[in-house]
């Protein structure tokens, strides 16, 4: 049996006082609950990508390749820290035995600007120019598209468009963003 302890709560961050340093926090506790210490098996990190707002929790993405590391969206940290401090926080988890998992969000984006998507007449938040310079989006990568043309129940969450996996663009970033995560930030997992 394995136990996996959740890293974060909503708006932990601020009402911790650690807004952009929960990175920094959470590593300076990390000898406390590896294998040495309370013994949890994993921990659960919260999304890890630049969201729509300096105080965002992460469940809006904006920026999937912005890890806290570009000005953009009132600040260049994400709510939790930069690339380097979750890097840092990542080989601490693995130090003391521990897996780290990554919350991700692939479904929904908060958007960057307003545009009228061509296949309805309807203007929708989907038209994204992020920083990073990886993955930009526009209507086409979110329902309706060329890809998917029927707009179903569901296809927004709290307003904001989710995203047509059909079209080629979204699956390819999707894929990157998940190499990101297991390669290049060293996660063991996500969970489900």
């Not at 040495?36 to 965002?56: E, H, M, T, V, Y």
């Not at 061509?118 to 060329?146: E, Q």
Request: charged fraction near 25%; proline fraction near 6%; aromatic fraction near 14%.
């Amino acid at each position: 049996m394995a136990v996996m302890l959740q890293g974060f709560y909503w708006d932990c961050a601020t009402k911790e006082n650690k807004a952009g340093e929960w990175w920094n926090y959470l590593k300076a506790e990390i000898p406390k609950l590896g294998k040495q210490g309370a013994g949890f098996d994993s921990i659960w990190l919260p999304p890890f990508s630049k969201a729509a707002s300096a105080n965002s929790v992460g469940y809006d993405p904006y920026d999937y390749f912005d890890l806290g590391d570009y000005d953009q969206k009132g600040s260049v940290k994400t709510a939790y820290g930069n690339g380097e401090e979750l890097r840092s926080l990542i080989a601490a988890i693995h130090q003391n035995g521990m897996g780290a998992i990554a919350d991700v969000v692939i479904d929904h984006n908060s958007g960057d600007q307003e545009e009228v998507n061509p296949l309805d007449g309807k203007s929708r938040w989907t038209k994204f120019n992020p920083k990073s310079g990886k993955f930009p989006r526009d209507w086409n990568c979110f329902h309706p598209s060329r890809y998917e043309r029927t707009m179903v129940e569901g296809e927004r969450f709290a307003g904001f468009p989710h995203l047509c996996h059909r079209n080629p663009k979204v699956y390819i970033a999707m894929f990157e963003y998940a190499r990101l995560a297991i390669e290049d930030l060293d996660f063991d997992g996500f969970p489900l």
